[in-house]
């Protein structure tokens, strides 16, 4: 059938939207809300499968696309399966926590479409569908952050998400226009042709300051989405604002989704002009880490910590961008997909003391092993995992991100990139200080309050980010092979790219 | 035909009008017009340089992907209003204005 | 017959499999002691498979070079495996985690009754701490080594906080922590320029002689090897508190003592010297490198004795004294590799693992013996003590046994260790005249070490009660332990003399390195021994620090008040505050390194967000903005982000031309 051989292409987006269509009228029909997340998790669970098989078992082969705006490899695959386990964990989280709140049907809803909005962000090849890709997301995740609208914090967070999403997206859209306008084409790998023809002086026009404009506004753009300093401001009100779950979301997927983005363009489209923009990204990564964690440190809410911490996060995976290497490419994938299990199950901690009411400042953290010994020791291994100690994931991943960047550094002239290694490393020593602290809040403070008991659907969402935290630090290789392998498919995407 | 530039000064110009009004403006609706016009700048861009590609520099062929993505980005701008107002609502039940300045609780 | 030692991955299991059910197991389970019995069959465990490996070891086999290996990771052409490497070092190691560790544990029996419900989380970690401990030494690469390397400080991290209601004993633990970070920040970067230049961390690779070492295969120049060693070096210096990182070691204190004779003894500490001593196939290519592990190691050993000198409490007497014979053994290492160097000669490196073995034994005795006094009268402090000595023979007893032994009197362990470890420091002198003066503060030490030794046995056992305390000997799980470790530390100074003896044993770790073996028989050692005058020199010292300490502690009619003027008052002020060297790093720590978060917190109250405001000040009509421009957040956001484009924009079209990029 043509129709279907025309959007088979499509298939994930598809199937998350068709179960996005009908979760409101599920809503309106049942009476036991849980039924929602039971059915939102129909489609991720589906696709969890079917992508893990893929990639690490061989078998399955999600249908090509047969249209120029979709590139279905290993490296959206990826990104897919990270957004689809993110989705897991948060919808699992989510009906403890909204259990008293009004229209759940088009939040589990909106949570579906941000995914489908992600997942093509991965799978653009062109950069409409990554612009289209991108609101899509970025709208869902407005209105989910505004969801509890009773709650005065909710609905300031969802203002200012707003307007700061709003002004980025009108930035990417601006420089998306003049890279269309210096090359012609909106196709991610066919930009890089028309750039060849430029530096080899074929062309008559000189693009540079407008490409360095473009460029620019891109960084801001794609900034936004990975909150790289000094685009991060909105972060931690958003995170403190939202729903605990959907900070999850925007922390563990969304961000993602702006690495995805900043891959394809910077390093497919714009890899020619790469000395332009090389030594600012590097720079704006080390400055991210270092600010994040600074600021990390005097925090009081653990929500503005964990965004604090995530953003120092996103400054060790931009290292990935200046070292550009199929092995930087792997580390920063891999840093990704650790960091979407320790950053999403520790939001669920937090999530899951929100839903038994004992809160989420720092302080009621206090004595916490005392009352719920399974989020004690959960949340531990989370943070240890953040700061990159072993025999966690993020050890894991940090050593192969920091690795690719002194590898690359005894190339000739590259000599700079080691400095990359040396911040991330000095960071992540920087950053045990205020993770130590809430382990030590947990374990050695008196606190309050008796005994909880944890929903069991939160349980298994923050079990199954320990296991995957834990599996992948004692055994990555399963794990690094798979980022390998998107690597390699991502550098084919590309002619003449390393 | 008037002449790619004059079209790109335009575009500039609503975008910077545009930066300015998201910076200053302190009513939340008029930062959100103001967003539009930088959404706009952009669509004229595209609009502006599909043409030029198409009728202007022929090795190109006929080339409508910077029309087809302004019409993509109106129908998303579309969108973000309709989520933006909603938002926006509900924010002036709980505060009582839209005046961006006195929406700061939540902060460092 | 079982190849034992292809099982020595086993041994780090047995703890770590009494963790896991430690730590999961429901309470009801636990039995005895909250977990105290799976503690106590762990380390037992581990115990046993280490005697049999050490057994084989005896027999001449060893896993080196072609030590079975597991793949943890591939990147490209990048292989990251994980394997075990067992040599006499190894075994030596084990020797002293294995009956230290498990002496200690089932010490705790009776330590720790009162403890509670803590008691469970004190047998778990104190499993995990061991178990990575043994982890370390089994380790085949840098890079396991290293990780093995964090985990003991972790755990140390827990178990010194282990009272963490204690506002010192929780600072305490994140000063072991933090300080000894330090070091490994040293470490890696040592690590880092190793693997830059060779490409991997394995030993085998690394310390291959047979191909030439990889100076001379040309793999990394000289000057960086230097510094690579000294950098790894930098690591021991944090973990095994050398001067000027000791000063973690004596807060260390506040945690269990039994975890206090975990860390002294057995493993935390001695992890740094046994980084030292395998990494001799380095150290010995560079000559800088092994003086400044000399220096360090003398340095420490006279600071930290005088230290020793005026603490009041038991346990930092100890401490100091720990810290003290770890510069002792750095130093017999440093001064080791100019005999390898320059006399083909292990004496050096033979002698520090000696001493490391016999002062595994009498500190874990010592730091027993003192918790068993605690454990009896209640606290810490000497000056409440006194006379216990009819109250608590065994421990008095035992202790005296310890004292002796580390003040090196023969026929006890201490005197013959640290013999060989001043006669191979003096004999450096021969290739670097500094090597004599290091010998002077050498003996210097262990006159200290006999003074404040005594001095600590006089005030707590002998004299008259200070203090109203109703002292009682304690139990048998605790004494027992207490006797087994007296004998050894009795005899295990005679392993000198027993089969090959042990300094033909251990140099056969580094028989790779241009080294002839002594061709000393056993009765020429002690002949060696005894008929050196130096052997007098110290031994004289020893005698009249006992004796001084007799004099000035135990005989009535002594002015101890002379102490406290002139000159002599000021120098015990200075010792009673360690030199001032703690009140440095508090400043320093405090002032320095918390303003600078103030700062930083200082920076981005004011300075970005004044930038930002400046700029929309700018930005904006001049009037009535500013007020606006402070409480308008989001527009603040957006201001900058311009901000940030446009400081990209002349960053990348401007500065970056211009500088040249």
Redesign the interface.
Known sequence: MAVWNYLDGFFPQLLLIAFALVMPAIDYVVKDKRVLAWASLVPLLVLAALFTEWLFIGGWEPPASDIALLEVSMFSGLFVLVFVFVGIVVVLGSPEFIKADKNQGEYYALILLAITGMTVVAEAADLIALFVGLEIAGISSFALSGFRKTEKRSAEAA??YF??GG??SA?TLFAISLIYGVAGTTQIVGIEPVLAGYVSGTEPIDAG?VL??A???L??GF??KIAMV??H??AP?VYEGAPTPISGLLAAASKKMGFAAFFKVFLIGLILTK???D??VG?LAIITMT?GN??A??QTNMKRLLAYSSIAQAGYVLIALPVAT??AV??GMFHILTHAFMKSGAFMVVAAMGAVAVGEKLDDFKGLNRRSPFLALSMTLFLLSLAG???LAG??SK??LF??S??AS?EPGQGWLIWL?IAG??NS?LS?YYY?RVI?YM????GTGDSVKIPPMMAVAVGFAVLMVVGIGLF??PF??AC?DAAEAFSGLAPGWR | MIPLEYWLILSSLMFVIG??G???R?NAIV?LMCIEIMLNAANINLVAFSSYYSTLHPAFGTDVSGQVFALFSIAIAAAEVAVGLAILLSVYRRYQTID?????I??? | MIDWIAYAWLIPVFPFLAFVLIGLLPKRTLGWEDGGGYAVAGAAGALVLSMLVIWDVLNGQTLTHDAPRS??????D?RIEFGIWVDQLTAVMLVVISVVGTLVVIYSGGYMHEEGVGRRRYYAEIMLFISVMYGLVIADNYLQMF?FW??VG?CS?LLI?FW??KPSA?SAA?RA?IVT?VGD?ML?AGL?IL??YVGTLDFAVLFGQGAGSIVSRGEIPQDMLTLATALIFGGAIGKSAQFPLHEWLPDAMEGPTTVSALIHAATMVKAGVYLTARTYPLLVQTPESLLFVAIIGGVTALIAATCALAANDIKRVLAYSTVSQLGYMILALGAGGYLVIHAHEAGGYAAAMFHLMNHGFFKALLFLCAGSVIHSVGTNDMRSMGGLRGKMPITSITMLIGSVAIAGIPPLSGFWSKDEVLAAVYEGGEFDPVFFALWAMGVATAFLTAFYMFRMWFMTFAGAPRSEVHAHESPKIMTVPLMILAGLALVSGFALFVGEGFMGFIERSIEDLPVTPLHESLTDIAVRIFTDPLTYVSLVLAVAGILLAYRVYYLPGFDRSVFAVGVRGKLQRALENRWYISQFYDDFAVKVWYGF?LV??WF??YV?DGIVNGF?YL??NMGA?IR?AQ???????????????VV??V???YV?PWGG?
């Not at chain 3, 793949?71 to 490209?76: A, M, N, Q, S």
């Open positions: 203002t200012k307007i700061v002004f980025s930035l300051p360095v404009l460029t620019v506004l960084m801001a900034g936004f000094p685009f401001m909105w009100d000395t332009d923009w030594i600012a720079a600010v600074l600021i440190v005097s199929q092995y792997a580390g100690i072993p025999p050890f894991a050593f192969v690795s690719s002194v590898y005894f290694a490393v000095l020593a045990l130590a030590k374990y050695m403070e008196k990555p290789d690094v092979s390998r | 930066a300015y998201v910076m200053t302190k930062v961006v300045d006195k929406i700061n939540l902060r460092w | 793949t943890w990771l591939i990147i490209g990048f990780i964090e985990l972790l991290y906080g963490y209601e929780a994140k922590f970070r920040i890696m880092i693997f830059k978060a930083a917190d981005d109250i970005i929309a930005g904006a903005t606006k409480s308008g957040n989001v527009q603040r956001y957006a201001s900058l982000i311009i901000l940030g484009i990209l924009l960053f990348i079209l970056l990029w």
